[in-house]
């Protein structure tokens, strides 16, 4: 078992508490998988899939408020937090190792979890293999969406291929701080109401990160596959996976997410066939790290 980050007690805020994290060889290299810790063996298995250039960290709050109900657990996936990059690590890729997780892991249907590029990858998921999947909860998903924004304009940076590694060098020869506030202002509605525990554990990471050789590939690759799901024709679409979703679906967005426009949420609850929406006006791209209580109501009515 391996010990990362902060520690959990009495008193340290559920954002900034730790799960115990352990290895499992899956696609080829050895995935870093969190469980969330005091859940029952015999309670219902979940399953939470970070986005672009997150990590297993951004579902602490959420895991530990469910942890009487469902029993998760929560990968690195390859190229980031601390699993090694191991092959393509776009969209379907990425797909096919939380598949090959779940058949090693858990013997029957999994509540899903997915946020930004990682509720794309869940969506995948659910198409592929619905006798996996017993509930899927989506947050702030990246769904193709025809509006042109400035993060579109960003993934499209990224994804040229001579454009998009001078734009990750640029931004990595800035000053951290600078970084750290830009990052902040991008995933959070409101950084300053996070606790400063979890925003410790947030700059942590980010610092971190800087370290691993494989996030410039990683992160290239999550954008082109992100960009080109963009433009698939409609046939071959994450609309078309959506539609193709039977199990109870929860959709979340945020009025103030910068990377996902919220106004999607429409065509989104009206493309799953069976889905509910949890719309917060004051929460950023990652609503689980933002408002976890009110994300943690609406699963807990979504899976009873």
Not at 112 to 120: D, E, K, R, T
Not at 166 to 194: I, K, N, Q, T, Y
Not at 199 to 221: F, G, Q
Request: contains cysteine; positive net charge; charged residues 20%.
């Amino acid at each position: 078992m391996e010990s990362y980050g902060a520690v959990t007690g009495t008193g340290v805020p559920l954002g900034a508490q730790e799960w115990p994290a352990r290895r499992v060889p899956v696609a080829g290299v050895d995935l870093l998988v969190r469980d969330v810790p005091g859940a029952a063996a015999d309670l219902p298995p979940a399953l939470f899939v970070h986005g672009l250039g997150g990590s297993s960290l951004n579902w602490t709050a959420l895991g530990l408020l469910l942890n009487d109900t469902i029993r998760g657990m929560a990968p690195d996936l390859p190229g980031f937090g601390r699993t090694p990059l191991a092959g393509a690590a776009g969209i379907t890729e990425q797909a096919a190792v939380v598949i090959e997780l779940l058949d090693r892991e858990v013997d029957q249907p999994v509540h899903l979890f997915g946020n930004s590029m990682g509720g794309a990858v869940a969506v995948t998921l659910a198409a592929q293999r619905p006798d996996l999947i017993a509930s899927l909860t989506l947050i702030s998903p990246a769904l193709p969406h025809p509006r042109v924004s400035a993060s579109a304009a960003w993934f499209t940076a990224l994804a040229t291929p001579r454009l998009g590694p001078v734009v990750l060098e640029r931004s990595r020869r800035l000053p951290f701080d600078r970084r750290f506030r830009a990052s902040l202002a991008m995933v959070f509605g409101d950084p300053r109401s996070l606790a400063p525990e979890v925003l410790a554990v947030y700059e942590e990471e980010l610092r971190r990160r800087d370290t691993d050789p494989w996030v410039t590939r990683a992160t290239l690759d999550g954008a082109r596959s992100i960009l080109r799901s963009s433009l698939a024709p409609p046939r071959r679409s994450l609309w078309a996976d959506a539609a193709k979703v039977e199990c109870p679906v929860l959709l979340v967005y945020g009025g103030k997410d910068r990377l996902v426009d919220a106004r999607i949420r429409t065509k989104a609850q009206r493309t799953f066939p069976n889905a509910r929406l949890l719309y917060l006006p004051q929460s950023g791209h990652v609503a689980q790290m933002e408002h976890p209580e009110l994300v943690e109501r609406a699963v807990r009515q979504l899976i009873s």
